[in-house]
């Protein structure tokens, strides 16, 4: 029996969704020291100690939860192309979808792609349990990923100073 609740890699039709390596933060440091990748999630650009040390975070995760993001390969090129998969940090209401690209893949669909699969897988390993993604309000492009798989707009709440929406996924 593995000591996660979830696979370790799945795949969709582009992507495949794995655990993260250590050569991985670069591809994330891309992601992380964007300022319009950041500014609805962390507020600011990370240096590149900070990216290796969240993405050192979503690895780590796996270990305490049982379960966590995954790294989304490019099945044809290899590369890595950012992060979706379940997250539950300590202070957020309840389990989500979060889903990450880098600059360089974003607008291909990349987003949308892997939040279906880990609905699925989700929907699998916890039925009865639909997972949210917890969006900052003005975070556009992530409402309309949440839109285009399916979840619809359940509460708005204020969270780390800002107003959050709490998208639900649909049950499977």
């Known amino acids: 029996m593995s000591q996660f609740e979830i696979p370790t890699r799945i795949e969709s039709d582009r992507l495949i969704l794995r ?31 900070e990216s290796w040390r969240l993405t050192a975070t979503l690895a780590g995760h796996w270990l305490l939860r049982g379960y966590g993001p ?7 090129s290899g590369v890595m192309v950012g ?37 699925a897988m989700a929907a699998a390993a ?8 917890f969006i900052h309000r003005d975070n556009q492009a992530s409402i309309r990923v949440a839109v285009a798989v399916g979840a619809g707009l359940e ?3 204020d969270f780390r100073g800002g107003r959050f929406r709490i998208y639900r996924h649909p049950a499977g």
């Open 19 to 49: 655990q993260f390596r250590e050569d991985d933060w670069r591809g994330m440091h891309a992601h992380y020291s964007n300022p319009e990748c950041t500014r609805h999630t962390l507020g600011r650009v990370l240096s590149e100690g």
């Open 70 to 76: 995954y790294a989304l390969e490019d099945k044809a």
């Open 83 to 119: 992060t979706a998969g379940l997250w539950y940090p300590a202070d957020f209401p309840e389990r989500e979808i979060k889903w990450a690209l880098l600059p360089e893949f974003q607008g291909r669909g990349y987003a949308s792609e892997a939040a279906r699969a880990v609905q």
């Open 126 to 133: 916890y039925p009865g349990q639909p997972p949210i993604s």
């Open 155 to 157: 509460n708005e709440v």
